[in-house]
């Protein structure tokens, strides 16, 4: 056997090694935060780490703050208005927990004057869970909730320099096989006495009633 070959091999035994080396520390990590938390039966590690999607309760309005503090661009908020949230628009809007961590949050509400509408304010993900499909499964979350059952249209605003942001409702609409309209609404100088980009008005004219659309995704 050629010496080349060989040493190739060698790096590649210890390359798996070091490998599985890694996850064998990550899997000790996890064993002992759960044995810290108190978690000892699989079925209880199992639940420590399964993604969680669900409405808020008034008790998160901290977490949802601080969440938001840690995702730039997004405009921080009042405590009050995070409470609001969680009490009078908690039906369309979504919590994403893994082990017992708020890592991602969407505020949602439907505009009273058009209330076939689904405004979709902030959608925030930690940055350790960014780019896994978090984004995406939370507004799926959010679509199929009875409270949006008969909505027509989703909107938004977007910042013209938010990538993230155009890739995921991007996304949304082509999953959905809808078209994607943009416009200016509230302007730099106009409306933000030019501290605040442009946002423009993004709305995404859903083909499907949602709930006949998760029913169909389901079979
Ligand atoms: C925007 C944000 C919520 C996206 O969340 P995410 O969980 O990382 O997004 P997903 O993994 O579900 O990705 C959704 C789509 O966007 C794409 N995408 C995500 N981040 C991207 C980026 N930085 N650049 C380009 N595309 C990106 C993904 O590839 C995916 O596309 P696909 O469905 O065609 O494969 C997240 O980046 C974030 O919290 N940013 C800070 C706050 C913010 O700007 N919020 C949005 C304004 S309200």
Redesign the pocket.
């Known amino acids: 056997m050629h010496k080349p070959f060989i040493y190739c091999l060698v790096l590649k035994r210890l390359a798996i090694k070091s490998k599985l080396k890694t996850s064998e520390d990550e899997a000790i990590s996890i064993c002992e935060q759960d044995e810290a938390r108190g978690l000892s039966t699989s079925r209880d590690r199992k639940q420590s780490f399964s993604l969680s999607l669900r409405t808020p309760r008034l008790d998160d309005g901290a977490d949802i703050s601080a969440l938001i503090r840690d995702?730039?661009?997004?405009d921080t908020n009042s405590a009050y208005c995070g409470l609001l949230l969680c009490t009078h628009f908690k039906e369309t809007c979504v919590v994403a927990e893994r082990a017992g961590k708020m890592i991602g949050w969407i505020s949602a509400y439907r505009p009273p004057a058009e209330p076939d509408r689904i405004f979709v304010w902030?959608?925030?993900?930690h940055a350790s869970?960014?780019?896994?499909?978090?984004?995406?499964?939370m507004l799926d979350e959010l679509m199929t909730r009875q409270a949006v059952k008969d909505v027509t249209t989703l909107i938004?605003t977007?910042t013209e320099a938010?990538?993230?942001?155009w890739?995921?409702f991007g996304?949304f609409a082509?999953r959905r096989g809808a078209g994607l309209q943009r416009r200016p609404i509230f302007q730099r100088d106009v409306h933000f006495a030019g501290e605040h980009d442009t946002e423009f008005l993004v709305s995404i004219r859903l083909l499907t009633p949602q709930l006949e659309l998760s029913a169909k995704e389901a079979t």
């Open positions: 995702c730039p661009p997004l902030q959608v925030a993900v869970a960014r780019g896994t499909g978090l984004g995406k499964r938004t977007i938010n990538n993230a942001s890739a995921l996304s082509r």
